[in-house]
């Protein structure tokens, strides 16, 4: 059997993409490899982010556990993804339950190790900063993409509804945050930003921080009707 | 006027959130504010890295110019929203040009005293990739959620594809990588894997690694015909 250096399988994790050699060596360095079982329990709800995980194979179950005993499963890991990073970034306790849905190998990265290591090296937090921004613009493209199909549909039925319900003023103050507004149309506040930057050139609504006037009421009337695209 | 303390704006900035007050602070010291005027330039391709932005009022367009002078809009950003902190994060130069498309104000975060704050600081980097993990975990989700109902038949099809191409085989090694074939069908690896793992306990497919064997070639035919979910 050969034996990979642990920097050549690193390199291959989204988390760590584009580091430098030296700085996947100094990772390998801190990681240590543990063998998982189908069903074994590697970390409850509750326990000390003592460090974070990544799955070399296998596949992980993140879930909580509710009053009643029900389970709620979060998170479906596999190969190359990361889990219990949040908390153990935050340095919180682990807020779930992790268990290995089948035989595989994961990697561990002690906390105390890990912020040794970026306090030597803040290059590399940097870096991985870089990486986790890069993913987030990806990802924010392309549910732009997915949702640019329906969320203008669905903020311009949003806003009759509002101009409805507060009496038919053409006014509209938004007392939603907008993050739980995005959520609610199924994309991000991004996203929503765009949409309403788009639906203020087009002419349908004039939008100035949470305060929305609606200009053109048959414009927004068809575009609820018909969902279509802007 | 009331002027409020820089912590209490940067607290709602997205990369930001959850920071500690003392954290903001810090930022808060380290960042300057900068007025932009409509079609200004803020940086250009090629200019050096020398710091990020966060905008505060105001839209800023990120662009390429091509050979023949075309430009091509990569990026619209909005309030709170960063800039060119990829390339600052990881020490290139900005590939890419900025400019404001409104009066606007901006705040830049030299990159020197950003390392010099995460250097005495390792917690605030760690709290700043843990900002960024919740954020990509919660994008994931969601477009698990947006791709969910097209990715399965995309992928079906995709395979019935590769099976036809390669003369009937009815076992397919995948010879792209999986982030490339996750953009072919719209989607990224980690939703992918997810789709993969569900063919498979439905008994339409075998998967290992980038080994795909087809068990049921009906319902494959019919799943990349309705374009159904799983």
Excluded: C
Excluded at 42 to 59: E, R
Excluded at 146 to 175: F, H, N, T, W
């Amino acid at each position: 059997m050969r034996v990979e250096p642990p920097e050549s399988w690193l390199g291959a994790v989204p988390l760590f993409e584009g580091l430098a050699l030296g700085q996947l060596r100094a990772l390998g360095e801190i990681s240590e490899e543990r063998q998982v079982s189908k069903g074994e329990i590697i970390f409850s709800d509750g326990d000390d982010g003592a460090g974070f995980f990544v799955i070399k194979t296998g596949m992980v179950k993140v879930y909580k556990v509710s009053w009643d005993g029900k389970e709620q499963v979060l998170h479906l890991f596999g190969p190359g993804e990361p889990f219990g990073e949040v908390p153990v970034f935050t340095g919180d306790r682990f807020p779930a339950n992790a268990q290995a849905m089948e035989d595989g190998v994961v990697m561990f990265f002690p906390r105390r190790s890990f912020l040794t290591l970026i306090r030597g090296n803040p290059d590399l937090a940097l870096k991985l900063l870089a990486v986790l921004s890069k993913r987030l613009r990806r990802f924010t493209a392309l549910i732009e993409d997915l949702s640019l199909k329906e969320v203008p549909g669905r903020l311009a039925a949003y806003l009759l509804y509002m101009k409805e319900i507060r009496g038919g003023d053409m006014v509209i103050e938004l007392d939603i945050p907008k993050n739980l507004l995005a959520s609610l149309l199924g994309t991000i506040p991004e996203t929503l930003s765009r949409v309403l930057g788009k639906m203020d050139k087009k002419g349908l609504i004039e939008s100035e921080g949470p305060r929305i006037r609606i200009k053109d009421l048959d414009g927004l009337a068809s575009l609820a009707e018909t969902g279509g695209g802007l």
